[in-house]
């Protein structure tokens, strides 16, 4: 063990304490994982006056309030995103992100999701680097810092960078389905976007020299989760894309949200999270890429052909999306909303044993509710993995979900031990 990184949970009361149990960021290692935040005002403790640009602008406040408690900055936010009620306000949003963001933009997705908790019309979450560390003044590996890159053989966008680095990760902008060549959404059916969307991936991945079996964890965005085949068919022709994984088989971990609408009425929408072995600043020639992947799956959780229960590399766990499935039936448990969670939050403990972990390690939860009104009783079930409440978190509410589940639940989770170096 490091003995350099532990799980850091803080809070502010310039911002929102949060929806139900967790925190407002949680720290491990060279990252900060923010709870996602909505238009509430710290004092009140209410939803703020107005529509969906005030809305917007108490989001980014209360990022600001949270960032700032830390002694970070804006610019030190990496990732960005956004969930609206209804598309057709992601302009309005965009005027005040502007305004937080004058000149560096980090990488960002943007999706309309069918419910937001308090009925709020904007919630926006953020991932900030930690150049520090998680435990102040231990050793670190030496000045960290921050490397963006755009490549013109893929979409660019004026408001996002396509990639930006920092420590060893690389974190990718959501790709939709455009041609960077006509700036326009290709032809075709949700085969020929998917395919698009991962084409637009490997280019800013080439455009780094980063191999595509880097990639650790991918999240797929779908305006109908009945074209999941589909874009199944596509997903394994890019995976896995080397002799080395395909020797293993190696499959990122994988999280699918069903979603109310995509910018410029795309179908599908792909985000990656991508290893970076040399770091940042770059280390040694003889050193690049010699942080190994480390891919698992057990038994006591349920298994699938297309993506990895768990995928860790450096001080990171990434945790595939999980259903309230039973791992040795193969079938979804009987009961409601609250034995699903049970049931997720179960299978997620029983990947972290797997490998040597415990919930305490957990950084970060999405959750995913096809009723937003069933928060309460997902927080019964919660709050037995959870009793302090520890990891940040983000709720939504969606329109479907795979297995026909009620409620499904992805983790970030900290890894102390890091992975170790390729000989």
Do not use: W
Request: proline share 5%; glycine share 6%; charged share 20%.
């Amino acid at each position: 063990m490091s003995g350099y990184n532990a799980v850091l949970a803080r809070n502010t009361n310039n911002a929102p304490k949060g929806l139900g149990p967790c925190s407002q960021t949680v720290a491990f290692s060279h990252y900060n994982n923010l709870s996602a935040q909505l238009p509430i005002d710290p004092k009140s403790g209410e939803i703020v006056a107005g529509g969906v640009k005030e809305q917007a602008g108490q989001c980014f406040k209360n990022i600001k309030a949270i960032v700032e408690s830390i002694d970070h900055a804006m610019s030190d936010v990496i990732r960005i995103t956004v969930f609206v009620k209804n598309i057709s306000d992601v302009d309005a949003v965009d005027e005040v992100y502007k305004t937080f963001f004058p000149t560096y933009v980090p990488t960002r997705t943007t999706v309309a999701v069918a419910a937001l908790p308090m009925d709020a019309l904007v919630q926006v979450e953020a991932l900030v680097s930690n150049g520090v560390g998680s435990i102040p003044n231990a050793p670190q590996a030496g000045d960290l810092i921050k490397l963006t890159n755009n490549t013109e053989n893929a979409p660019k966008n004026s408001l996002s960078t396509q990639t930006v680095a920092f420590s060893h990760y690389n974190n990718i902008s959501a790709q939709l389905p455009i041609d960077p060549k006509s700036g326009i959404i290709v032809a075709g059916g949700v085969k020929e976007q998917a395919r698009q969307c991962l084409k637009n991936i490997k280019a800013i991945l080439e455009s780094i020299d980063v191999p595509f079996d880097d990639i650790v964890r991918i999240t797929v965005f779908l305006k109908n989760l009945s074209d999941i085949e589909a874009v199944n068919e596509v997903y394994k022709t890019f995976f896995p894309d080397s002799g080395i994984a395909r020797a293993v088989g190696y499959f990122p971990a994988r999280t699918i949200v069903e979603v109310a609408a995509l910018p410029m009425h795309a179908l599908v929408q792909i985000e990656a999270v991508v290893s970076h072995g040399d770091g940042t600043p770059p280390q040694a020639v003889e050193d690049r890429h010699g942080i190994i992947i480390e891919a698992n799956n057990t038994d006591n959780a349920p298994k699938s052909s297309l993506s990895t229960q768990t995928v860790a590399f450096s001080h990171y766990n990434h945790i595939s999306a999980q259903s309230g499935i039973d791992p040795k039936s193969g079938k979804m448990v009987a009961g409601g909303v609250k034995e699903q969670a049970g049931q997720c939050l179960k299978n997620i403990k029983a990947i972290l044993e797997s490998i040597g972990h415990d919930m305490a390690d957990v950084v970060k939860i999405n959750i995913a509710l096809k009723n937003i009104a069933d928060i309460d009783a997902v927080d019964e079930a919660y709050a037995i993995f959870f009793p302090g409440g520890v990891p940040a978190r983000r709720i939504i509410g969606v329109s479907a979900l795979l297995n026909d589940a009620l409620v499904q639940i992805d983790a970030v989770v900290g890894n102390e031990e890091g992975t170790p170096r390729s000989v």
